[in-house]
């Protein structure tokens, strides 16, 4: 297992690239911890939907696509959801 802490997506940023190729397989699954938000901007699950849902959350595009320079696709990759998410599914998605 490996963990990796960004404080934003450029995951794919040519500075950044090199230095996590040798870490990040395309066989890899992904357990994206968007957990990092202002309390004011996310109050609610709608909310966390705007900002990561599947498809049309603000930020997931460029996630899954930053994991993608990778190989690594978009069915490899699960969102921790902060609203819906217990700690046993959250368990379950690393797996």
Known sequence: M???LLEGYDIDAPWLYGELKPHIRP???VAVVAFSFRDNRVKCAADWDR???KGSGTYYGGITGGFAAYGIPEEQITFL???R???KSAGEAGS
């Open 51 to 53: 900002l990561y849902g």
């Open 27 to 29: 066989t890899d699954r």
């Open 81 to 83: 959801d902060y609203f």
């Open 2 to 4: 490996v963990n990796i």
């Open 85 to 87: 998410d217990t700690k």
